[in-house]
């Protein structure tokens, strides 16, 4: 089974749990949520692989819609701002400390490139994060875990036994989503958009004078973005992980940032030596 790691929602998810948490001047609650999701995740699940993906800065999906997750909160305290970037490059030397596979590519967000690994490699796919997105890629393959636990196709089917994991991004491109992605016309929401699409005579009304708009949305709601990247991803989703002397990152972590490994997270770090 391959674990695939979403890393700005790993990072973010404990924002205002740990912030008091500092070593030598250094805030390093982040890291530390980091490193224990991590050890967590290696533990609960014994996968034979570890992949990472990051967003890129830059965004195609920005041509088709300039505002694209620009109504998401901005920091306007530089305080914090720092406090993320830091954090982000305490985590990025944690993953190179492991020799772990970091994903990031130029015009993709990190859902694209999650998205990518599981449609054109083979095998089992855990993908820890709680992007709703991500529920396109669902199937018997795939699985999510949120922070509640495993999410599966079968967690879908229950939630919205009227349609499948590959309508997930039709349902967005009507209904909108939180990247910004407008609805097509005001008061139709998730719900709405999922008895229109599942009855014909529903769906001539209210949908298809509206199929225009629809098929813009799905180019930005659909995972992946494209399809360019599927050499890149499988070549990545082959890469062995290389041999760490796990007890230099340990004491890297206390010596740095004052992090003193449990076992939990010393069992989790053998499974990289």
């Not at 390093?28 to 967590?40: D, E, P």
């Not at 490699?121 to 999510?144: C, H, P, W």
Request: charged fraction near 25%.
């Amino acid at each position: 089974m391959t674990l695939l790691l979403d890393f700005n929602n790993l990072l973010y998810r404990y924002v205002g749990r740990y912030d008091n948490l500092s070593y030598h001047k250094k805030k390093t609650g982040l890291l530390f949520g980091f490193v224990t999701q991590i050890s967590y995740l290696i533990n609960l699940y014994k996968p034979d692989k570890i992949i990472i993906c990051g967003d890129s800065k830059k965004l195609k999906r920005r041509d088709l819609l300039p505002e694209l997750k620009m109504d998401r909160k901005k920091y306007s305290n530089s305080t914090f701002s720092d406090y993320i970037n830091e954090s982000r490059n305490y985590c990025d030397d944690f993953i190179s400390k492991f020799n772990l596979p970091f994903w990031v590519e130029n015009g993709y967000e990190s859902d694209d490139l999650l998205a990518t690994l599981v449609k054109f490699n083979e095998g089992l796919f855990i993908i820890a994060s709680n992007d709703s997105d991500l529920f396109q890629t669902l199937s018997d393959k795939v699985s999510l875990h949120k922070n509640k636990g495993l999410y599966t196709i079968k967690s879908f089917k229950k939630d919205y036994p009227k349609i499948e994991p590959s309508q997930w991004a039709t349902v967005q491109a009507i209904a909108g989503n939180h990247n910004n992605v407008p609805n097509i016309r005001k008061g139709i929401g998730e719900h709405k958009a999922i008895k229109y699409l599942t009855d014909k005579e529903l769906y001539n009304i209210y949908l298809k004078p509206y199929q225009d708009i629809i098929n813009y949305h799905l180019k930005l709601t659909t995972l992946p973005f494209d399809d360019d990247l599927k050499e890149k991803s499988v070549k990545i989703f082959n890469t062995k992980l290389q041999p760490v002397n796990v007890r230099y990152v340990e004491n890297w972590l206390m010596r740095e940032f004052g992090i003193d490994i449990t076992k939990a997270m010393s069992d989790a770090f053998s499974f990289l030596s």
